[in-house]
């Protein structure tokens, strides 16, 4: 008896142990982002005046381009040189545009993880008026053509000294008309970056027929000023052309209008500047006069300010009577007008790239387009018809292409968390290649 | 029949009845196809669970009524099963477009994630008597859980996931396993049987009272309901997480048959109808909120689409009340005395899965839902149709069979030895409807073996069972009732179960 009852014990110990066997766990493995260090995050203190590049901005008399930026841990102690990316906002997006999908958690977490090494990310507004001027380079527009792929190269390797100061630890990119934007910055200023990634934007102005693109919308703008008009009398295209925020393709053709087409307006301008840190604010306002007629755009004009398709008293200075006027490329009906534009296929980006002044401008230069066939204002034709011109000129370009599921719906900013994370993993590639 | 000895057997029974209600009510468990339970005793579960057509134990009130007939003494019985679950998942919960870009909500995919490890108890008890009502019918009142299961997980981590951009608090506050199913039937049975034909037939009958306890918690990533960049990713879908707790009575009928086809061989039918119940309780809802403050400091809202940046953890309760259809089964047994110290079994088995459809829960009685006041001091409840809108956990299982083979072998007068083993049909073998609650990969085998100690009046046993699981995998997100939520998991599925059965058993 007492042997089975020895057995049964040794039985019962041995099968129990089976059925517990060790602590599994759950198997989760973290990344700790405190290992980063406190001060790695959003920077939000980016604004920089540009001037003259600014002065005659619209409704901008700080001269300021506002910015702000994700600053990794090696720009605090211990400082480490790090490479820098120029993230451009789509049109009516602000300089915390891509932190509104993550981008600070994003780019800790990669940068924990390995994905990508660290970088200054430092992130420009668009214009807040009428959504954005394209970064293109007009006085009432701004000029941003000295600004982006210049003097704010200055302005970061000046603020972030431990920023590496070369092409190939320097990268752009943005969506929409950021996307323009970077490519823009990139034809005009050569040599100054090795990445460029972006998605989605006006990227080919007439489409790959010469015939598409942004010339498709000029129906679309008449439709939808005609939708919004509340005046008793019959529209009138030159007469009753609204600005209103309800008419975002007409915002649009606005803004590039007076980036590309203004009219040689004269205008009353008046620079103010509040110096906050001394005494009361109101002692320590300054106004200063600049130029009492300043001439915004050059005088060969078609006809002046007496186009077919000129707009007046649409934009106007926040205390002066006197406006920005401009021409549209397309008339009443829709159809283009040539002869301004011409003024747009001047700054298209093909043109750019044949006159940028140096065979090969994007020579040496990794590409990411990313495009979404849900795009608006067919900015994925546009792109794509933009790819195939590079790939003609025998660059390297990536292309990748998101179209969403029945949840991740149809705009283009529904992938945006998903679009920065590739192009940082694009950027810092090209980042760890060239260094 | 002395009367002292029937006050003393009486005493017995009624302890015994007392200890079984609060063993049984506060158990957890788990096993089987779909949710039936493995089977009790250390006999017939060291059989596999070929013992219809044995049936000689108390144990018979769950496999065989009729057998109760054929106990030749008065038992008072008991048993524990422990099991350890070993499953484990590398899931797939990733959504992926026409051209292969994946997107995930911060479930930890590409690891392999194991269920927590618990030793879960199973407990029953149970007694049989001989009583001189209608000659010499056999009585027993039994406990027992007909269905079980019992499984936590969890999977969602957005540290884990590199998904903090959604809310960076949403790790801590997400519960601990949020995929739990505890779910059990036990049935507090009273069993009559009595023999005919001159003892070559046996019918039983057992009436049941079932008990249903569910705490089912479960985290469902609802779409957003907001347009534009609110609900632009990572925003584009909202954790849920709910945790229902409730109860529910309801009735069962096991009927059996054993019929002596001669000396040496038996023959078994049996038939379990347990009947539908409803289970009502209380739930917690948890809502883990985007967070997004740039654009709430930077965007004019309304208060409904604040709530949807805002980050928040949003906390209420309500009742609830769900269905839960049980499956009825039938079986056949048989049982041949090869020798005088061997008998061979097999039992098929099959149940009507089908009838089960997953848990449809119904929410009323809503509890702290969120409110905001107007300057007017009117008071208004934010996104009220987003937040209580009442969920479902659908299954399309079949029907299914079960094939046990088992042998006892009395080796002498202290020791029986027991082996046995089976091959389980699963019911969600043709459905990709397959979620960490319910781990049924498909059709199973299980490995039992056993000794019995026989010592004076008491018996002592031990049997040890494996049930090896077929591994799976689930490519696609279904979505059976097109709520617009995933009803699957989708994942490679491994799966293992380990269970040690002790059991002791007084005869008197």
């Not at chain 2, 008991?78 to 998942?89: D, T």
């Amino acid at each position: 008896m007492r042997t089975y009852i020895v057995i049964f014990a040794v039985l019962l110990v041995g099968l129990m142990a089976l059925t517990s066997c060790e602590e599994r766990g759950t198997g989760i493995v973290k990344h700790d982002l405190d290992d980063l260090g406190q001060f790695a995050g959003l920077w939000p203190l980016g604004d920089h005046v540009y001037q003259p590049e600014l002065s005659l901005q619209i409704r901008n008399p700080q001269e300021l381009l506002l910015g702000s930026a994700y600053l990794p841990a090696e720009c605090f102690a211990p400082v480490k040189p790090v490479p820098v990316l120029i993230l451009l906002a789509p049109e009516n997006g602000d300089k915390f545009h891509y932190f509104k999908s993550g981008l600070e958690t994003i780019a800790k977490e990669m940068t924990i993880s390995g994905e990508i090494e660290p970088m200054v990310i430092f992130c420009v507004s668009n214009d807040q008026l009428f959504g954005g001027y394209f970064y293109g380079n007009s006085y009432p527009a701004g000029n941003y053509d000295n600004i982006i792929g210049n003097e704010m190269i200055e302005y970061l390797n000046n603020r972030f000294p431990n920023v590496i100061d070369q092409a190939s630890a320097r990268g752009i990119g943005g969506v929409g008309q950021g996307a323009y934007g970077a490519f823009r910055a990139a034809l005009k200023n050569p040599g100054v970056f090795s990445s460029i990634a972006v998605a989605d934007g006006p990227l080919d102005f007439d489409g790959a027929d010469g015939a598409s693109g942004l010339m498709d919308l000029f129906p679309s703008v008449i439709a939808e000023q005609q939708s919004i008009y509340t005046g008793g009398v019959p529209f009138d295209f030159r007469r009753d052309f609204d600005s209103a925020a309800a008419a975002p393709i007409s915002m649009m053709f606005i803004g590039g209008a007076l980036a590309f087409s203004p009219n040689d307006t004269a205008v009353d301008y008046t620079r103010t500047i509040d110096y906050h840190n001394a005494g009361t604010d109101l002692d320590d306002e300054v106004v200063v006069i600049v130029n009492s007629r300043q001439s915004i755009a050059d005088a060969s004009l078609p006809g002046g300010g007496d186009s077919t398709t000129f707009i007046q008293n649409v934009v106007g200075l926040e205390s002066e009577v006197r406006n920005f006027d401009f021409h549209l490329p397309f008339d009443g009906t829709g159809s283009v007008y040539q002869p301004i534009w011409d003024m747009w296929l001047a700054n298209n980006l093909e043109t750019l790239h044949d006159n940028a002044g140096v065979a090969d401008p994007l020579d040496g230069v990794n590409m990411l387009l990313i495009t979404n066939p849900h795009a608006k204002w067919g900015y994925d034709e546009m792109t794509d018809s933009w790819g195939d011109f590079l790939d003609a000129q025998g660059y390297s370009v990536e292309r990748h292409q998101y179209v969403g599921t029945e949840n991740v719906g149809d705009p283009n900013e529904q992938f945006l968390y998903d679009i920065i994370r590739e192009m940082l993993v694009f950027h810092s590639r090209n980042f760890s290649a060239g260094n | 029949m002395h009367k002292g000895y029937m006050e003393k057997r009486m005493r017995r029974i009624g302890i015994a009845a007392s200890v079984l209600m609060v063993v049984l009510l506060g158990s957890s468990s788990v096993l089987a196809s779909g949710f039936e339970n493995t089977g009790l005793g250390t006999t017939a579960r060291g059989m596999g669970g070929a013992f219809r057509a044995v049936a000689d134990d108390w144990t018979a009130s769950y496999y065989n009524p009729a057998g109760y007939a054929y106990v030749v003494d008065n038992q008072l019985g008991g048993n524990i099963g422990l099991f350890s679950n070993r499953h484990e998942i590398t899931a797939d919960y990733v959504e992926y477009d026409a051209l292969g870009n994946p997107y995930g909500w911060g479930m930890v995919n590409d690891q392999s994630i194991y269920n927590f490890d618990r030793i879960l108890n199973n407990p029953a008890a149970g007694f049989v008597v001989r009583l001189p009502i209608w000659g010499e019918t056999v009585f027993g009142l039994s406990g027992f859980q007909r269905f079980d299961y019992s499984i936590g997980w969890r999977f969602y981590s957005p540290e884990a996931t590199d998904f903090r951009a959604y809310n960076d608090s949403a790790d801590a506050w997400a519960p601990s396993d949020h995929y739990r199913n505890d779910l059990d039937v036990v049935a507090f049975q009273v069993t009559a049987s009595r023999t005919f034909m001159e003892e070559k037939m046996s019918l039983g009958l057992g009436l049941q009272l079932l008990r249903a306890d569910l705490v089912f918690a479960d985290m469902t990533l609802r779409d957003n309901p907001m347009d534009g960049f609110i609900s632009a990713r990572p925003y584009d879908r909202v954790p849920e997480f709910t945790n229902n707790q409730g109860s529910g009575y309801g009735f069962g009928l096991n009927f059996g048959m054993m019929y002596r086809l001669n000396e040496k061989l038996n023959f078994a039918i049996t038939a379990q109808w347990p009947f539908d119940i409803t289970l009502d309780g209380t739930t917690d809802f948890r809502y883990i909120m985007p967070s997004n403050p740039l654009q709430r400091d930077l965007v004019n809202m309304s208060q409904e689409e604040l709530l949807y940046v805002s980050g928040e953890l949003v906390n209420f309760q309500s009742d609830f009340e769900t269905k839960l259809k049980l499956p009825p089964s039938m079986s056949l047994g048989l049982a041949y005395d090869v020798t005088e110290k061997l008998t061979v079994a097999l039992d098929a088995e099959y149940t009507l899965w089908s009838r089960y459809e997953g848990f449809e829960f119904a929410y009323s009685n809503f509890v702290n839902l969120p409110t905001w006041v107007d300057t007017n001091g009117t008071r208004y409840t934010i996104a009220e149709d987003f937040l209580t809108t009442d969920l479902s956990n659908p299954t399309e299982w079949d029907n299914a069979g079960k094939i046990a083979l088992g042998m006892r072998y009395h080796l002498n007068d202290v020791v029986t030895l027991l082996g046995g083993g089976s091959a389980d049909q699963s019911p969600s073998r043709n459905t990709a409807q397959i979620t960490p609650h319910f781990v049924d990969t498909g059709d199973k085998y299980s490995f039992n073996g056993g000794v019995v100690f026989h010592i004076n009046q008491w018996d002592l046993g031990i049997v040890q069972s494996y049930i090896s699981y077929p591994d799976r995998s689930i490519s696609d997100f279904t979505d059976l009732n097109d709520d617009g939520v995933f009803d699957n998991f989708p994942g490679d599925y491994k799966a293992d179960t380990y269970e040690t059965v002790l059991s002791i058993t007084h005869r008197f």
